[in-house]
C-alpha cells in the first residue's frame, strides 16, 4: 500500500523520532509531530472554541499548556493535509486517542518497547548539541571530539530535563498517562509490537517488515 497511515508509540527515549524519520523516507510518508504541527497552525484561529486566547501562538509565547481540544483541531488539520503520515507524540492520552478514531483511520500501530533501565541510560546519557541541536549519547553515539559537536563544532550539553530524577518523573507521567493508549491499541489489527532494545538497524528492519506485512 503507497502513502500508509502509521502510529508509533513508546516510552521517551525509545527511538521513536528516529524510525519515524526513517519511515517518512523510506515511505514518502508526512512525519507529524505534535509540536511541528504547532509550530505549523499557530496562528490557527481557534476564537470559536470557547479557550483563554485566539490562537495556538498566544499559548506558546506564554508558556501556557496548549489545551487539548486545540491540539486535537491542530492533529487533525495535519493529517488532512497528509497524502499518508507517521504520527508520532499523539496520542498521549486516552481522551485524544478517542479524538484520533474520528480523524483518521490508522493501518499501522507501531508499538515500541523498552526497559525502563535501559530508557533511564539512554536519557541520561544523551547530549545535545547547544548550537545546532543534534544528538549524541556518552556511550551509543559519541563525537569524534568528546564534548564537540561534530557537524558545526558547538558544545555537546545535557538538558536539564535528561537528569535521572527528571527522566524518571517523566516515564512515571508515560506510564499514567500513556501506557493505557497502548494497551488501548493492542485489539487493532494493525498493532505490532516491537523489540526496542535491540539496535537501530535491526529496529528498523522490524518495522519495514511490520508496515510491509500490514500494507501489502
Not at 489545551?67 to 493529517?79: F, K, M, Q, R
Amino acid at each position: 500500500m503507497s502513502n500508509p497511515r502509521i502510529l508509533i508509540l513508546g516510552p521517551p527515549g525509545a527511538g521513536k523520532g528516529t524510525q519515524s524519520a526513517n519511515l517518512a523516507d523510506e515511505y514518502g510518508v508526512e512525519h507529524v509531530t505534535t509540536g511541528d504541527a504547532l509550530r505549523a497552525n499557530k496562528d490557527m484561529d481557534i476564537s470559536d472554541m470557547d479557550t483563554e486566547y485566539d490562537t495556538p501562538r498566544e499559548y506558546m509565547e506564554a508558556g501556557d499548556l496548549v489545551p487539548d481540544a486545540v491540539v486535537n483541531a491542530i492533529v487533525d488539520e495535519a493529517l488532512s493535509q497528509a497524502d499518508g503520515f507517521v504520527l508520532d507524540g499523539y496520542p498521549r492520552n486516552l481522551d485524544q486517542a478517542e479524538e484520533l478514531a474520528g480523524m483518521t483511520d490508522l493501518d499501522v500501530i507501531l508499538s515500541l518497547d523498552v526497559s525502563r533501565e535501559e530508557l533511564v541510560d539512554r536519557l541520561t546519557g544523551r547530549r545535545v548539541c547547544d548550537d545546532c541541536g543534534t544528538n549524541y549519547h556518552v556511550e551509543f553515539n559519541q563525537p569524534e571530539e568528546e564534548g564537540v559537536c561534530d557537524e558545526c563544532g558547538g558544545d555537546l550539553i545535557q538538558r536539564d530535563d535528561d537528569n535521572e530524577e527528571s527522566v524518571r518523573n517523566r516515564l512515571d507521567v508515560f506510564d499514567d498517562n500513556t501506557a493505557p493508549v497502548i494497551d488501548h491499541y493492542e485489539g487493532h489489527d494493525g498493532f505490532v509490537a516491537i523489540d526496542g532494545e535491540q539496535t537501530p538497524d535491526e529496529v528498523w528492519s522490524d518495522i519495514q517488515a511490520a508496515v510491509d506485512e500490514q500494507t501489502p
